[in-house]
């Protein structure tokens, strides 16, 4: 069934003004945890050269994502697959880009690690892992709000909360990527991109 979530209604259009900065013309796009769909269709069709395959590792979500492409799924919007960020057993294993918008927050920091190591994997040399959440960043006065969400997080789960931009980028770093952009969103929430250097070969 489709559902609806307000959250990629409403950053869909500041996330799509950075999209179009740097995605590349053509190739494929490797959506981890798309939840309900509502991104992917919407991408996917602003970005009709690039192939969409959408994942999450909930069965409901992967049941949602099927069902807006069912109804409105543009041609370059694969059936979505079943992928766990955590595991080391992903089913791609090539992408030109990989973007991840929300999840990390959300989601025990193993899954952040994980995203870490199966981008070093899959993805091309020069390809990109876009994120896209709230960070503490180093250096910089926490907005009341993240203080606030964070501590709701922590409450429904110990092992979620809002991670440290730095963390993130180390753990990144740790599989061959590198920060390229950090770019100021609405929200207090950030679009990061990662880039794997060009002459790259395959990380662990
Ligand atoms: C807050 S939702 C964001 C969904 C979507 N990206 C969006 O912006 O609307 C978080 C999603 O992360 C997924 N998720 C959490 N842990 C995951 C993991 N280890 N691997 C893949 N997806 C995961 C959840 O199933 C959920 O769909």
């Known amino acids: 069934m489709k559902r609806h979530a307000p959250a990629p209604e ?98 025990p920091w193993a899954s952040c690690q994980g995203l870490m190591r199966g981008a070093g994997r899959v993805l091309s040399p020069g390809g990109l892992l876009v994120m896209y959440g709230p960070y503490f960043v180093e250096g910089r006065e926490t907005a009341p709000s993240n203080l606030a969400f964070d501590a709701s997080l922590r409450a429904r789960n110990e092992a979620w909360g809002v991670r440290e931009l730095g963390a993130v980028t180390a753990e990144a770093e740790r599989h061959g990527l590198r920060r390229e952009r950090v770019v100021d969103m609405p929200s207090n929430n950030l679009t990061v991109v990662f880039r794997k250097p060009p002459d790259a070969g395959p990380t662990g």
Not at 35 to 64: I, K, M, N, Y
Not at 76 to 83: G, T
Request: hydrophobic fraction near 45%.
């Open 10 to 107: 409403r950053n869909r259009e500041p996330l799509l003004a950075v999209l179009r900065e740097v995605m590349p013309a053509s190739g494929t796009v490797l959506e981890v945890a798309s939840g309900t769909g509502q991104h992917a269709v919407f991408f996917a069709r602003a970005f009709p050269g690039l192939l969409w395959q959408p994942t999450d590792v909930d069965p409901e979500s992967l049941e949602s994502i099927a069902a807006w492409r069912a109804e409105e799924g543009p041609p370059n919007l694969l059936p979505p697959l079943p992928l766990d960020a955590s595991t080391g057993t992903w089913p791609v294993t090539s992408a030109d880009v990989i973007l991840n918008v929300n999840m990390i927050h959300i989601s």
